[in-house]
C-alpha cells in the first residue's frame, strides 16, 4: 500500500469502520515501513477507542507515536501526536492530552495543522465547556479545509461548529452548519458522519422545544448507528434526557441501563452514564440510587478535570439529599457551591440550582438563607423569557415562589397561570396522547401552588379554575392529524402485531416455546410506540375553564358537577350548580382511597354470590368522598370529577346516588366538550362480539331482538377490520369483548376480537369516533392515572378521541346478571335520554336483588 493510499484509510475510516481495522490490520500494522506502520497502528487505536476499549487503544496509539517518530516524518509524528493527545483527553488525562495537542499544532500548518485544531477544538468545546477557544480552533480549521477541498475533515469541522454554536447561544448558525455537515457527509457515503449530524440536528430541535422533532432524529441516528454495530453513549444521554422532559422515566432508564453493560466503556462515558442513572433515579422517585450515582459520576468527574459537568453531577447529588430528607443547612453550603459554578460557567442548568438552592434556603433559620432566597428566586425569575417553554416554565415557578414569600396571593396566582401557559405551548407540540399525559408532571409544581393559594383565599369559583387548571389537559388537547408514510407504516405494524399476537396465543395453548415470539412482538410494539412518539400535535392549546359558561350549561341541563381535588394530603369538593359554586372540606385524600378499595372488593364479592355489605360499601365511599358536598342539591342529575386517582369509583353505589342519573367525568371541560357532542350519524348502531366469553356475549341478540336497525359482527365476521369500518362515525357501539388492561403501556391496552387484540392504538386512528360506547366485559372501565391528574386507557382514550360517553365496568361483573343490566339500559337509550338515564334505569331494575345490584353498580358512565 502507497503512502497516500494509506493516508485515505486515516482519513475516510468512519465510512467503513470494520473494513478499514481489518486492512489496518493485516497490511499496514506489519508493514516495514515504519511509516505506513504508524498509520495502521493509529487507524487501530481510533476504532478501539471509539469502541470503547480505552486502554487498548491508548497502547496502540501511542505505538502509532513510536512509529512515527522513527520514521522522522515531522508531519507524520505530530498527527500521531495530535490523535494519541485526544484520545488521552478523552480517557480523563487532560494535562498530558493538550500537551501533545499544543505541541503537535505547533509543528504543523496546511491539512495536518487543521485536523489537530479540529481535535483540539472537541476537547475544549465537548469535554471542557471553551467554547470560544473551541470556535477560534475551528474557525482557522474549517477556513483551511474549504481551501484544500476535504470534503471529509470539513464535514467533521461543520458538525462540531454546530455543537459550539447551540452552547454560544447561536441556534441559527448551529442548524446551518449541521445541514451543510450532513448533506457533505451523505454525498461521499459517510453513514458515521451522517448518523452524528443527524443526533446533533435533534439535539438542537430538543433545545428548541421541538420533542417530536427530537425524538424522530435521537430514532433515526440510533438506527444508523445500530446497523453499523455501534453505540453512541452521547445519543444515549440525549435520548434519555428526552424521555425524561416527557416524563418517560422508564424507557429513560431502559437507554440507560442497556448502554452500561452494551460494551467497554471509556472513563469519560461511564461518568456521564452514571450522572444519567442518578437524573433517572430521581424522575423515578430513588433517592439513595440517585445520590450515590450522582457522588460517583461527579468524582470520576472529578479526576478527569470536567468541572463544568460536574457541576451537573453536584446539582442532582444535593436534589437527591433533600427528596430524602438530609439537613437543609449541610445541603445549602453545597447548594450555594454549586450556583456559584453554574453562574460562572453560564450552565444551563442555573435556574434549576437557582430553585433547590432557594427552597433549601427557605428552610434555614437565619438572616442570610432568607436574603439567599430572594436574591436566588429573583435570579432564577429572569429565565421567565428563556426561548424554551420549560426554562419559561421554570423562571414564573421562580417568580411565583417570590411572590409567595412576599405575601402576593395575586403575584403567585398571575405568574402560576404563565408558567402554565408556557407549558401548554409545549404540549401542543405533542401529538402522542401518552408524551401529552405523561409531560403533564412538569407543571404539577405550579398548579399544585396555585390552587394551595386559591383554598387559602377562600373564593369557590377561583378554587374551582385551579381545580380544573392542570386537570386531563392532556385529553382535552385537539388530537394531532394523521396521515403520509409514518401512518402507513403504523398500520402495518399494527397487522403484524396482532398477527404475532395471534400466535402467541396459539404457540401457549399448544405448550410451544414463546420466547422468540414475545421478544418479536416486543419489538414491534416499540416500533409503534417511538413513531408515534414522533407524532407532531395541532399546535393548539385546550380552552381553560369558564366558570359562568359551565354554570349556564349546568343550570340548564339541570345538573350539579361535584368537583374533587386533594391539597397536601386533604380532598376538597367544589359543588357547582344553581349559579353558584360551593367550598368544601371532606377530609382526608388516605381515607377516600382505602373506602374506594374496599367497595371494588364488596363489588367483586356480591359478583361471586358471596355475602357482602353494599350498603355499608355505598355509605362508606359518600362519607369519605363527598362528606357534605351534596348537601342542598335536592333532586339534580349529579356529575363528578374526581381527581386522577379517584376515576375508578362507583358512584351508583351511594346512598344519594343510586336513585337519580350519576354520570363521571376527568374534567368539567371535558364534561362540557362531551355535552356538545353529535353523533356523525344518527341512526347507525353496531354490536360486536368477542370470542371465548363465559356468556358468549348473550346480552347481545336479546339487545340486538328489540333494535332490529342496529349492525352485529359476531363470531369470524368480527374482526379488527370490520370493527374499525363499523365502529368509525356510529352513534351507538356496544362491545362485549374481553378487554386487557396493560399496566406497562397503557396505549397497548385491547379488546379481543376474531383476528386479534383491537387496540387502543387501532382507535386513534378513526377518523369519526363512536358518540357513544357501551363495554360489557369485566373491568373494561380500567384507566392507568399517569404525570400529574392525566389519565391512560381504553375509555380515557376514547373521550380524547372526542366520543361523549363510555359505560364500562370497574369491577368484576355476574355474565347472566350483565344480560338483565343491558337490556335495561338499552331499552332506556331506545326511548331517548343520556347514559346516566340508562344506568340509572339499569339500577332500578337490579334493585333488590345483591348480584344484580352488585352488576348494575359496577358499571360506570364516563362522559355523557
Partial sequence: MERDEAEELLRTMFIDPVAARTRAEQVLVPHPDPALASIGHQVVGILLRDLGDTDAGLRELRAALRLARRSGDTSRSADAMATLGLSLCVAGHMGQGLRHLGEAASALEGVPLGRVLYRRAYVLGHLLARFEESAADLARARRIFAVSGDEVWEARVLNLQGLVDVRLGEAESAASAFAASRALSARIGDEAGVAFTEHNIGWLAFLRGDLPRALEQYAAAAARFDAMGVTNVDLVLDRATAYLSGGLAQDALALVESALVARPLQAREHADLLVAVAEVALAAGDWSRARAAADTGSALMRAQSRDVHRLDAELLSVTAGDRAGGSPVALLRRADKVVGGMRDARAPQLPHALLLGAALAARVRSARAADLAVQWLGEAASFRQA???ALRALGWLAQARARELAGDSGGVLRACERGLRALDEHRATLGSQELRAVSSGHGAVLAE?????????DDARQLLRWAERWRATALATPATTTGGAHD???????A???????????ARAEGIPTAALEARANRLEQRVRQRVLQA?????IASALDVRELLDAL????????????????????????GRVRHRVVGEAAAAATAVDFALFTLRQAARGRRAQLDVAGARLERSLLGAALDGVEESRIVVSGTAALQGVPWGLLPSLVHRPVTSTPSARLWLRARGAVPADDDRRVMLVGPGLGSGGAEVPAVAAEDPGAVVLDGDAATVAAALAALDGASLAHVAAHGHFREDSPLFSSLTLADGPLLVHDLQRLERPPHRVVLSAC???VMQPVGDQELLGLAAALLSMGTAGVVSSLAEVDDAATVDVMVALHARLRQGGGLGDAMLAAREVAAGDP???ATAASFTVLGT
Avoid at 488 to 494: E, G, N, S, Y
Avoid at 496 to 502: E, N
Wanted: hydrophobic fraction near 35%.
Fill in 779 to 781: 373491568e373494561s372501565g
Fill in 536 to 540: 407532531r400535535g395541532s399546535g393548539e
Fill in 387 to 389: 426561548p424554551t417553554s
Fill in 496 to 506: 403484524a402485531l396482532r398477527a404475532q399476537r395471534r400466535r402467541l396465543d396459539l
Fill in 449 to 457: 401552588l396555585g390552587t394551595r393559594t386559591a383554598v387559602a383565599s
Fill in 555 to 578: 343550570r340548564e341541563d339541570d345538573t350539579v358537577l361535584v368537583e374533587l381535588t386533594e391539597v397536601d394530603g386533604v380532598l376538597h369538593a367544589l359543588t357547582a350548580g344553581r
Fill in 488 to 494: 402507513a407504516q403504523t398500520r402495518d405494524d399494527l
Fill in 851 to 853: 348480584v344484580l345490584a
